[in-house]
């Protein structure tokens, strides 16, 4: 419900604030007054079209703030809730429409983007003028209308969940659809790939173990002729070796270290150089002996080499790493074997989810259809009592059953509509008259409303009773009081009739010192209500006798219970 509407040089308006409270609030005044100003103000708030125009002429910036007392489980909350942004059951929207168009748009102090706090408006205000059908005339909303009076919430929830999980699984199958062509590709490579690798064998460690094998297959004559001469020089020399020296030095200090003891540590050395040599000569011809010089050894690990090398380069990895690409390999090759599998158990749950779409939506539309005929049949009665006595309604339903599912069922909603006795009923939104559509939108939502409780809380008539007059306009305003005792009903009005059944009346009145003019905004009292329905009732000069007729409207709603 709209609580509070501030609004600074906006248009002709300097600085006005309203306070608002549930049922029918009239806004009355003078023609040019700016009635249709503050309807304007509201629709730039929640997030309507508003130009560099809109701003007060002499002023910088405009600056238009209201505030929402919201529902406990309303969709306006569920919506906060989806952005992240907090509230405490109140959520205040403001504007800021600067002289060079620009704007910024803020909900409870955060700044968002035209079109998201555009989304949160139609949540909170539905709007209704000679020119803004912002309900009636979209056929999603119509569609949305007859849901809210049919109360279809039981079968929209589930289909909605149902069509999700068909688009998720439809998505699936296009993407394998689009990677068939190169799956069978793909499968032949990979199983070439892991063939090759798996025919390879290649162990951990084993490059370097290879590697190593090859450098020494491959300088064997080099390493045997290296291998000799150390061992001819340490132990087996023809002549003398590293051994004999030592052992003939060993001989010639022995006899001296009778003579002085500090001898007997280079002896000791000696000993232990010449069990070192032994060992090393000992070593050497071992080496020599397991020295294999088989040059079709060295062929095999060549090849082998090579062979690993080739593979290594062409899947473009470390030759130590091909166990590790052979894996994985092996794992994409497992899942686009199974991926034949998969998109057939995929494309059976998918045929499964569209068979349960339609049992669904056969529940959704014979729901729609029952509702369908009760709707046109109440919103037929009111029209005839709001002056169109050959008035017609109807709601069309156009069922597809296999057009491709969609979350709100398989028909579309149409409002057909005869304004007029011996008139084929057409789309309402090709209805001509203003004032005609105006009074066709008060009776889908008084009908609707009497059905259920959601959408908006707040909605605003502008000049809904154009071009009808006295008893007519009063059960116009009768239809708006009822509405407004389901929530808040704000209505711009001409009509006495009209604005005598409302629950509070704020006339516009434009004031002007012969430079500016501006709006002023005032919450009448019962005796001001008096005056101003007396001056609507009689012009120019406001005389005893509509004084009279005035206070008689007001007490006949009040007797009512009004």
């Not at 910036?61 to 059951?89: M, N, T, Y």
């Not at 061992?231 to 001296?256: C, I, M, V």
């Not at 529940?363 to 369908?372: G, N, P, Q, T």
């Not at 009776?443 to 007059?469: T, Y």
Request: overall charge negative; glycine content about 10%.
């Amino acid at each position: 419900m709209l609580t509070h509407l501030q609004i600074r040089d906006f248009a002709i308006i300097d600085s006005v604030e309203l306070e608002l409270g549930a049922g029918l609030t009239a806004l009355t005044g003078e023609t040019g007054a700016g009635k249709s100003i503050l309807v304007d103000a509201v629709m730039a708030v929640i997030g309507g079209r508003a130009g560099p125009d809109v701003v007060r002429h002499g002023a910088e910036r405009a600056e238009l703030s209201a505030s929402f007392v919201l529902g406990a489980a309303g969709p306006a909350v569920h919506w906060l809730a989806e952005q992240s942004i907090e509230h405490d059951g109140e959520v205040i929207l403001r504007r800021v429409i600067g002289k060079d168009g620009r704007s910024r748009l803020y909900v409870n102090g955060q700044t968002l983007p035209l079109g998201v706090v555009r989304e949160l408006g139609e949540l909170l205000i539905d709007i209704h003028g000679q020119s803004e059908f912002l309900s009636l005339l979209r056929r999603d909303s119509q569609r949305e209308l007859l849901d809210g009076f049919a109360g279809t919430d039981e079968h929209l929830a589930p289909l909605a969940a149902i069509v999700a999980e068909w688009r998720e699984g439809s998505a699936e199958l296009r993407r394998l659809a689009t990677e068939a062509g190169d799956r069978e590709a793909r499968l032949e490579l990979l199983r070439y790939q892991v063939q090759e690798l798996t025919e390879l064998g290649l162990a951990d460690g084993e490059v370097g173990t290879v590697t190593a094998e090859a450098t020494r297959l491959a300088h064997a004559g080099r390493l045997m002729e290296s291998a000799r001469a150390a061992l001819d020089l340490l132990y087996e020399g023809a002549d003398a070796d590293a051994h004999g020296l030592a052992s003939r030095a060993q001989a010639a200090l022995r006899p001296a270290l009778a003579y002085d003891p500090r001898l007997a540590a280079p002896a000791a050395q000696l000993d232990e150089a010449l069990i070192a040599l032994k060992e090393a000569g000992r070593a050497l011809a071992q080496y020599l002996d397991g020295l294999d010089i088989d040059p079709r050894r060295q062929e095999q690990v060549e090849r082998r080499l090579a062979t690993i090398e080739e593979l290594a380069r062409k899947h473009r990895v470390k030759a130590e790493d091909l166990p590790a690409e052979q894996a994985r390999l092996a794992v994409e090759l497992a899942a686009l074997e199974h991926a034949g599998t998969s998109a057939g158990e995929l494309e059976a749950r998918v045929a499964a989810l569209v068979e349960a779409y339609r049992g669904q939506a056969k529940k959704l539309s014979r729901a729609r259809a029952k509702a369908a005929a009760a709707l046109g049949e109440a919103v037929t009665a009111r029209m005839r009592g709001l002056g169109m006595p050959g008035g017609r309604f109807e709601v069309k339903l156009t069922t597809d059953p296999a057009a491709e599912p969609r979350p709100h069922g398989a028909d579309d909603v149409e409002f057909l509509v005869s304004a007029n006795p011996g008139q084929p009923v057409r789309p309402v939104a090709k209805v001509a008259s203003g004032g005609e559509l105006s009074r066709i939108s008060l009776s889908v939502q008084v009908a609707s409303v009497s059905a259920r409780r959601g959408g908006p809380a707040c909605m605003i008539f502008d000049e809904v009773d154009a071009g009808v007059g006295g008893a007519v306009a009063e059960m116009v305003g009768r239809e708006l009081h009822a509405l407004g005792s389901g929530g808040q009903v704000l209505c711009v009005t001409h009509l006495p009739q009209v604005a005598s059944q409302a629950d509070q009346q704020v006339r516009v009145t434009k004031l002007t010192d012969g430079r500016t003019s501006r709006t002023a905004l005032t919450l009448l009292s019962e005796r001001d209500r008096v005056e101003e329905l007396a001056r609507m009732l009689g012009g120019v000069e406001v005389t005893d006798s509509a004084r009279r007729h005035a206070r008689e409207m007001l007490k006949a709603r009040r007797e009512r219970g009004a």
